[in-house]
């Protein structure tokens, strides 16, 4: 069974352009989460998707936002690219919606110059 | 907010050696996971135990759910390099939506 897979891997940007990060969970998982992970920092929560709508969102500003499509794969879209969204952004799907374990994809390396 | 605590932040253990750290809380979770994540991957899940007082093994590894709700703990037997990386705890928040996530303890392993 295939596991959380992201896209892409590295993605370069400069200050105030948009990155799109994808994300396509486990197959019969319907939650997709997303995480923000600075370099040597723990997980900050950004998102929960769950049966396409947004369920819960962390503290970030609005220009961090996403989707999920109807085959519960997940977009991460982040406008006006700052420095500090440098970072390890992290993808995970569960089963049911909110509480259930969480399966990481391997991330998707954002560097904005 | 809920809030998790991991210690020690980081460990230098020498290779065979067995390994204990820890995660609390000053409240109460329902479901405790354990993850592993080496330098530039995401986080594999360990063990997860869903209720108080719970034991669970994988290997060389076992966890405990504890008896409070407040904390758990994982131990490593026997440690191998590849142990090295980042331990992180996550608990299911009281309204069983959100899982939070620990600092994570740093496991350097020395040959």
């Known amino acids: 069974e295939a596991g959380v897979t992201q896209s892409p891997t590295h993605l370069i940007k400069t200050r105030g352009q948009q990155a799109t990060l994808r994300c396509s969970p486990i197959s019969g998982h319907t939650s997709v989460y997303w995480y923000q992970q600075a370099l040597g920092l723990g997980l900050q929560f950004l998102l929960w998707?769950?049966?396409?709508?947004?369920?819960n969102r962390g503290n970030f500003p609005p220009r961090f936002s996403g989707r999920q499509f109807p085959n519960y794969s997940s977009e991460l879209n982040v406008n006006a690219l700052e420095l500090e969204d440098s970072a390890l952004y992290l993808c995970a799907s569960s089963l049911s919606g909110g509480g259930g374990t969480q399966y990481f994809g391997p991330g998707t390396r954002l560097t904005v110059l | 907010g809920q809030q998790l605590n991991q210690s020690p932040q980081s460990m230098f253990i020498q290779e065979g050696e067995d390994v204990s750290m820890n995660c609390t809380s000053s409240s109460i979770f329902n479901t405790w996971l354990w993850y592993k994540q080496d330098p530039g991957e995401g986080p594999v899940l360990l063990i997860a135990l869903y209720k108080a007082g719970e034991l669970t093994s994988n290997g060389r590894l076992t966890a405990q759910f504890g008896i409070t709700r407040k904390d758990s703990f994982l131990n490593i037997s026997a440690s191998i390099p590849s142990d090295v990386g980042i331990y992180f705890c996550a608990g299911l928040d009281n309204y069983g939506q959100n899982f939070v996530f620990g600092p994570g303890t740093r496991l350097s392993v020395l040959p």
């Open positions: 998707y769950d049966e396409g709508e947004e369920r």
